[in-house]
Structure formats: C-alpha cells, structure tokens
Nanobody, 121 residues
Framework: QVQLVESGGGLVQPGGSLRLSCAASGSIFSINEMGWYRQGTGKERDLVAHITSGGTTNYADSVKGRFTISRDNAKNTVYLQMNSLSPEDTAVYYC???????????????WGQGTQVTVSS
C-alpha cells in the first residue's frame, strides 16, 4: 500500500505565500515523477508543476515565476512553494507521484487526498 499525504494548505491574503508538502509512504521501491495539480470549483484538474527524479521541472504558464516545485528524494517528499498568490490560485491542490513498488515492476500513479488553498482578503 502507498499513501500520499499533503499538508500546508490554508487561507492566505492576496500577495501572500504558502508552502505545500506531500510525503509518500508505504511499499515504495523508487519514485519517478512527482507533480502538483489543482482543481477549482467547477473546473477540471490541471497540472501546476512537475518534477522528474533527476530534478527537471516544468510549470503551467499561469504560475511560472511565482511557484517553485522541489523534492527531497531521501524523504520521498515533494514541495510547492507558492508566492505572490492571487484569488485565481484558489483551488484544491493534489499531489501525484509515479511510483515503482518493486525492482523491475510497473510504475503506478498515486494521488493525495488534496489540500484546500484559498486566497482571499
């Protein structure tokens, strides 16, 4: 069994910052790619940022220059530093990881439960 547990969401004023964390635990051999997605009310779930096992990153255009994704492979944890937040960033944020549970096995996609980020004055 594999679990992804997110933390760090909350209410913040426009222009403020938040740092999200997502820790993977359980039967893990290795973690390939990790990413953050978000889903606003009545909207589809969209990619926010993505990071490979080697540290290569990519971002949605709407967050470039404001958000930074990073990971600690020793802790099986991915982070999302969010700066200059605006009301348009309000959403439930989900982490995702592509995980190998055994050597030579297939990778599987796992999701966290989501954490609410609300940007409002």
């Amino acid at each position: 069994q594999v679990q992804l547990v997110e933390s760090g969401g909350g209410l913040v004023q426009p222009g403020g910052s938040l740092r999200l964390s997502c820790a993977a635990s359980g039967s893990i051999f290795s973690i390939n790619e990790m990413g953050w997605y978000r889903q606003g009310t009545g909207k589809e779930r969209d990619l926010v940022a993505h990071i490979t096992s080697g540290g290569t990153t990519n971002y949605a255009d709407s967050v470039k220059g404001r958000f930074t994704i990073s990971r600690d492979n020793a802790k099986n944890t991915v982070y999302l530093q969010m700066n200059s937040l605006s009301p348009e960033d309000t959403a439930v944020y989900y982490c995702n990881a592509l995980i190998f549970r055994s050597r030579g096995g297939l990778q599987h996609s796992y999701w966290g439960q989501g954490t609410q980020v609300t940007v409002s004055s």
